[in-house]
């Protein structure tokens, strides 16, 4: 069956749960991350606070009923407010201006049995079309993985920074993270 890419309905708990259990084996226990996460806790804390966030969506990548990828976006003016403003110098907060009114591309996970098919592309491209539809001139994110930073590059994105700072979450592992961020 041919994968598509959809967004996820919060009240859909099965697919809910899928995708919450995706971002688990790649952001928690054993993971590189190794963050506490549960899937109950990502619903809660990841998931619909993502949706609560203005234009917060999330898309899911599906194959032969299944999810097998999931990715966030909001505005990335939340962004600024609950992480950057507190975090960031004001030089690297000032870095994003010239991209104008910027939508976040969150996090993102793929299964880890389909990694390299162009999942983590796919799910990319549904979050900037769905920007581009809410009038946003650019897209940006951040990230410590190889594979995502590949794809942020292949895909036009160039990097603005470095920057080293842990985040609300225990991600006390991460220590430099690349910025990002593209024209729409
Ligand atoms: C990042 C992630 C979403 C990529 O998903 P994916 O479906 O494999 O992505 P794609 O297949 O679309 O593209 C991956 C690209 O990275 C490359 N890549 C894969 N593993 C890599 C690695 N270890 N180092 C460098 N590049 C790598 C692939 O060759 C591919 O590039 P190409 O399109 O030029 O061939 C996936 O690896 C993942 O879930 N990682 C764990 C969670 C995470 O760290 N998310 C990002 C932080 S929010």
């Known amino acids: 069956m041919k994968m598509e890419v959809k967004a996820l309905n919060l009240r859909n708990r099965?697919?809910?749960?899928q995708a919450a259990a995706i971002f688990v084996k790649r952001f928690g226990p054993g993971s590189m991350y190794n963050d506490p996460w549960t899937i109950e806790s990502v619903?809660?804390?990841v998931f619909r606070e993502n949706n609560k966030k203005r234009h917060g969506k999330i898309f899911i990548a599906m194959e032969?009923?299944?999810v097998i990828g999931v990715g966030?976006?909001?505005?990335?003016?939340e962004f600024m407010r609950e992480w950057g403003r507190e975090h960031l110098p004001k030089e690297h907060q000032a870095a994003f201006k010239p991209f104008g009114k910027?939508?976040?591309?969150?996090f993102v996970a793929v299964h880890p049995d389909h990694e390299n098919r162009g999942i983590g592309r796919?799910?990319?491209?549904?979050?900037?079309?769905?920007?581009k539809k809410l009038g946003y001139d650019s897209v940006a994110l951040r990230t410590i993985h190889p594979a995502r930073e590949k794809l942020a590059r292949s895909m036009g994105y160039k990097m603005l920074f470095e920057h080293s700072g842990s985040g609300r979450v225990a991600s006390?592992?991460?220590t430099q993270?690349?910025?990002f961020a593209r024209r729409l």
Do not use: C, M, P, W
């Open 64 to 66: 032969n009923g299944q």
């Open 122 to 131: 796919k799910l990319a491209e549904a979050r900037h079309e769905y920007g």
């Open 172 to 174: 006390s592992t991460i």
């Open 43 to 45: 619903v809660e804390n």
């Open 177 to 179: 993270r690349k910025y």
């Open 72 to 77: 966030g976006s909001h505005a990335f003016s």
């Open 14 to 17: 099965k697919l809910t749960s």
């Open 102 to 106: 910027t939508y976040y591309l969150d």
